[in-house]
């Protein structure tokens, strides 16, 4: 029988309210036991001396590009990407070529990502047919294939009328519905949030009202509809508010924010640098400070990275003709810690929920907890050590980030996946 013995560490596990000094025992790739003194059986043992051992971190955004474009990233680098951060979950947005729409792409990166993945991958099916936004993908197959949810992300579904039926279609398979919510209408053109740095650098905004009516029309759908909704990296203060108001109403709405978004405001373009281009943009220091408070309050539950690679060739261009995105698997924990464990805005639980308990909850999966009997998936890592993001080393094969060279305290220290380590800290 396999056996991993992880020693002398501080378990923080938010769905069972455990925090404690312990050990975990996983046996055969699930938790067999957490008591405080606990004997290895002589299996393997990995010591935790000041560590923080926590259910698996799930990211459930990002883009791992292939099938189709694997000149950014595979589900290989991406996955070790993943490890690096953290990470032993993934859910991967079906903007591949060929979009992830039907259950012949969905059976394919399920198997790929047996084959080459070091962390659990779970693929996000299309809502409509290449992602379009026109006719509805086959959310029963894809269901059946594998799929956990539900999105077009990167191309919002425009026609009111195609999303009131994709998600009444997505509740009768009890898929939620994930968008990225952007009024195309309104954001043409632009390419940073509309604000006076906008107009300082002669570059056209993307106001948040392109945010702002996109979540009050899905939110009235999913009013509408019973639908579980889901709100993908929100960055409004307008938008926070309606979220908070939909769940006072009892609605099953939820949303994510992103490291990005809660560490830098527009006022951190100074320059015409591609690394501060993404969608949604970097926003006022007004809604920088409201993803803050949302995340304090409960109104946002998960922290996701939106990773998305793009090689130099496409990204070193000018900011009007670059694409958007940013890399953010091995930043993230780093950037969460610094921006609000650190400040004392949330505690150490909390920052755990988010990163586990938060997105298993919305996306139904079997994960987030080191219950007996759980899948032996775990985190592992410091709050105190302090180190430098080296952009170079990163297992990502895009290199599109704005935090090259920020000094962090704290990050990861190790990553178990199914009792087995899969990446682990160097030199610790």
């Known amino acids: 029988m396999a056996s991993l013995l992880i020693k002398n560490g501080r378990v923080v596990d938010p769905a069972t309210g455990f925090d404690g000094p312990a050990d975990v025992l996983i046996e055969d790739g699930r938790v067999a036991a957490i008591e405080r003194q606990l004997d290895g059986k002589g299996g393997e043992i990995l010591d935790a001396s000041g560590l923080v051992v926590a259910p698996g971190f799930i990211d459930m955004h990002v883009h791992l590009r292939e099938p189709g474009i694997e000149h950014s990233e595979t589900i290989e680098t991406g ?23 039907n259950a012949t792409v969905t059976s394919y990166i399920i198997e790929r990502a047996r084959q080459q993945a070091v962390v659990n991958v779970f693929p996000i099916g299309a809502i409509t047919k290449n992602s379009a936004g026109e006719e509805l993908a086959a959310f029963g197959s894809m269901k059946n294939a594998g799929i956990v ?13 195609v999303m009131r039926r994709a998600m009444q279609l997505a509740k009768s398979f009890d898929l939620p519905v994930i968008d990225h919510c952007e009024d ?3 954001s043409a053109g632009g390419e940073m949030h509309e604000g006076v740095p906008s107009t300082r650098l002669g570059l056209r905004g993307i106001p948040a009202s392109s945010e702002d009516v996109m979540v009050a029309r899905d939110i009235l759908l999913a009013e509408n509809t019973g639908v579980r909704f889901h709100v993908a990296h929100i960055s409004s203060r307008h938008s926070l508010h309606m979220v908070q108001f939909a769940k006072k109403r009892g609605l099953s709405v939820t949303c994510e924010a992103t490291p990005h978004h809660f560490a830098l405001s527009d006022a951190a373009i100074t320059s015409y640098d591609s690394s501060y281009k993404m969608k949604p943009p970097l926003r006022s220091a007004c ?18 990275t939106d990773h998305a690679p793009h090689p130099g060739s496409e990204k070193m261009q000018e900011f009007e003709k670059c694409p958007f995105g940013i890399i953010g698997l ?6 969460t810690l610094e921006k609000l464990y650190h400040t004392g805005k ?40 302090s180190w430098t993001y080296d952009v170079n080393r990163s297992f990502s094969k895009s290199k599109n980030t704005p935090f090259d060279g920020w000094q962090f305290r704290g990050g990861p220290a190790a990553t178990i996946v199914q009792g ?6 160097e030199n610790r």
Do not use: Y
């Open 330 to 335: 091995e930043t993230a924990l780093g950037l």
């Open 420 to 425: 087995k380590v899969v990446w682990q800290l």
């Open 149 to 161: 949810a539900l999105s077009d992300d990167g191309r919002p579904v425009m026609n009111a009328r």
């Open 79 to 101: 996955a070790r990407a993943a490890a690096a951060g953290g990470f032993t979950s993934i859910c991967c947005m079906p903007n591949t070529l060929p979009v992830n729409d």
């Open 346 to 385: 949330i505690s150490l639980v909390r920052v755990v929920e988010l990163f586990t308990t938060g997105p298993a909850r919305i996306l139904h999966l079997d994960r987030g907890t080191l219950a007996a009997g759980a899948v032996g998936d775990v985190t592992l890592f410091d709050i105190e050590r």
């Open 287 to 304: 809604d920088v400070a409201a993803v803050l408070e949302g995340i304090v309050s409960g109104t946002v539950d998960a922290i996701a």
């Open 184 to 186: 195309l209408n309104l």
